[in-house]
T-cell receptor
C-alpha cells in the first residue's frame, strides 16, 4: 500500500531532550515536507526537500533540523525541544507538481 | 510572501450545496490545492487548479480565477461525512513544490 509512515504517533518529552520523528514513504516521491499544525494557525511548513541532499527552510524552521540522505526517509530532528514546539506534526510527500501531497498520519508531540 | 484567506466556519444542511471561498495574494502563482481534513486525521488531497475555470470531481468541484486571486470549493449533495475542515493551499512560482496553507474552513453538516 502506498503510504507515508511517521513514528511515533504520540510523544511526550521533557524540555531539552533531543528527539527525532521519523518519516518514510514507499512511493519513490522526490518531494517531501514537514508541517506543524496549531489551533488558529493552520498548517505551517517547517522544512522541505526537493530530492536527496536538497533541503530548504519553510516558514517556521527555528529549532528544527532535517536530513535527506535517502529518497524514502526524511527525519525531523529537535535538538533541544521547548514547550512552544508542542504541536501536531505532519510529514508529506509528492511526486509530481500537479498532484497534491500525501500526508502521514501525524505525530502529536508534547514538550513539558 | 503569501496571504490566504478562508472563512473560519460554515454550517450547511445534509443534501444541500455549499461553496467555500478562498482568496489569496502571492508574488507569483503556480497552482492552488484543496484538501479535506477530518478532526484528528491527516489532510487528504481533493483538487488542483492551475488554469482558470472549473474542475469537477464527482460531488466536489473547484474553481479558480487567477486575475481575481480567488478560488472556491463546491460540495454538492452534502453528506454527514463531509463535516470536516477544508484547507486551501497555494504554490508560488520558484518555490518548487512548497505549499502555503490557509487557516482552513470548518464545515459542519446538520441533518
Amino acid at each position: 500500500e502506498a503510504q507515508v509512515t511517521q513514528n511515533p504517533r504520540y510523544l511526550i518529552t521533557v524540555t531539552g531532550k533531543k528527539l527525532t520523528v521519523t518519516c518514510s514513504q514507499n512511493m519513490n516521491h522526490e518531494y517531501m515536507s514537514w508541517y506543524r499544525q496549531d489551533p488558529g494557525l493552520g498548517l505551517r511548513q517547517i522544512y522541505y526537500s526537493m530530492n536527496v541532499e536538497v533541503t530548504d527552510k519553510g516558514d517556521v524552521p527555528e529549532g528544527y533540523k532535517v536530513s535527506r540522505k535517502e529518497k524514502r526517509n526524511f527525519p525531523l530532528i529537535l535538538e533541544s525541544p521547548s514547550p512552544n514546539q508542542t504541536s501536531l506534526y505532519f510529514c508529506a510527500s509528492s511526486n509530481q507538481l500537479h498532484y497534491g501531497y500525501t500526508f502521514g498520519s501525524g505525530t502529536r508531540l508534547t514538550v513539558v | 510572501g503569501q496571504n490566504i484567506d478562508q472563512p473560519t466556519e460554515m454550517t450547511a444542511t445534509e443534501g444541500a450545496i455549499v461553496q467555500i471561498n478562498c482568496t489569496y495574494q502571492t508574488s507569483g502563482f503556480n497552482g492552488l490545492f484543496w484538501y479535506q481534513q477530518h478532526a484528528g486525521e491527516a489532510p487528504t488531497f481533493l483538487s488542483y487548479n492551475v488554469l482558470d475555470g472549473l474542475e469537477e470531481k464527482g460531488r466536489f468541484s473547484s474553481f479558480l480565477s487567477r486575475s481575481k486571486g480567488y478560488s472556491y470549493l463546491l460540495l454538492k449533495e452534502l453528506q454527514m461525512k463531509d463535516s470536516a475542515s477544508y484547507l486551501c493551499a497555494v504554490r508560488a512560482l520558484g518555490a518548487g513544490n512548497m505549499l502555503t496553507f490557509g487557516g482552513g474552513t470548518r464545515l459542519m453538516v446538520k441533518p
